[in-house]
């Protein structure tokens, strides 16, 4: 096997239909997908996300925008990443919260902390209304490999209470950033930071190569906070670059951004 996984024999790819784009206005997005009836495993799974690939659910996905390529695949190499001083300012901030892993499963505790989150950060969203059964079917699915979540508590002065949970898929070689909620009433800790700060931590205690961190869209604010975790290597198409601490990550082409949408 190579360092990035075996490439699945026989994968089936399809391409969806366009559809109002979840992270830019006024565009329409489509995605490549894998077939999701296909087996996977973890070495497979390695080396689609090394092809710009994400999971959601038990869909494996990357987008193909007509003349749009803003949605960037990034991941974080872990040996060679420095938190910088914000980073280390939200560690601090932090450093009063225990934390854990356990196994993907569902909690009723979770999911509670999960519908707050939406309500209060993604109120008009199209999970926001969704049941338990699309809680697992989002996060907990079983897709052919090993998902862990990753539980921030606090210690004191109310020891235990719950404040974040980071989903986190477990490949050969890395670690693949899922999907974060956290407590909205907790917003100054910056806790999506300090789960991803956990993730590379974790990452660095076994031993991995990268934590994977979805995409970066330099313009949605929800996205953007992904390219601040240098060095950072982006997905082109065709390799991977590197970009270290104070290098502009890639902008789109001006002509491909004004086809698209």
């Not at 497979?44 to 999971?55: I, K, N, T």
């Not at 569902?106 to 939406?118: G, I, K, N, Q």
């Not at 090993?146 to 210690?155: G, S, V």
């Amino acid at each position: 096997m190579n360092r990035d996984g075996d490439r699945p024999a026989g994968l089936g790819l399809y391409l969806t239909g366009e559809q109002p784009c979840s992270y830019l206005p006024a565009r329409q997005a489509r995605s490549l997908f894998v077939d999701p009836l296909a087996r996977l495993d973890g070495a497979h799974y390695r080396w689609l996300l090394a092809q710009g690939f994400r999971r959601s659910g038990r869909f494996v996905y990357r987008p193909a925008c007509r003349g749009c390529r803003r949605c960037i695949a990034v991941r974080v190499p872990v040996a060679a990443f420095a938190p910088d001083r914000a980073q280390r300012r939200c560690a601090r901030r932090n450093a009063d919260l225990r934390i854990a892993l356990r196994p993907a499963e569902f909690v009723p505790e979770h999911f509670a902390l999960y519908r707050r989150y939406l309500a209060t950060r993604h109120p008009d969203g199209e999970m926001a209304e969704g049941d338990a059964n699309d809680f697992c079917r989002f996060l907990l699915d079983p897709w052919g490999g090993e998902t862990e979540l990753l539980e921030l508590r606090t210690a004191a002065p109310r020891a235990g209470r719950l404040v974040a949970v980071a989903v986190t898929d477990v490949v050969p070689g890395a670690l693949s950033a899922i999907y974060t909620f956290f407590d909205p009433d907790e917003a100054e800790r910056s806790l999506g930071t300090f789960a991803l700060l956990c993730q590379i931590a974790e990452a660095r205690r076994r031993g991995l190569d990268q934590v994977y961190l979805g995409y970066w869209i330099e313009d949605c604010r929800k996205m953007r906070y992904k390219g601040r975790f240098r060095p950072l290597e982006a997905w082109d198409g065709q390799t991977w670059r590197h970009y270290g601490r104070g290098a502009p990550l890639p902008t789109p082409p001006a002509d491909a951004a004004r086809r698209s949408g």
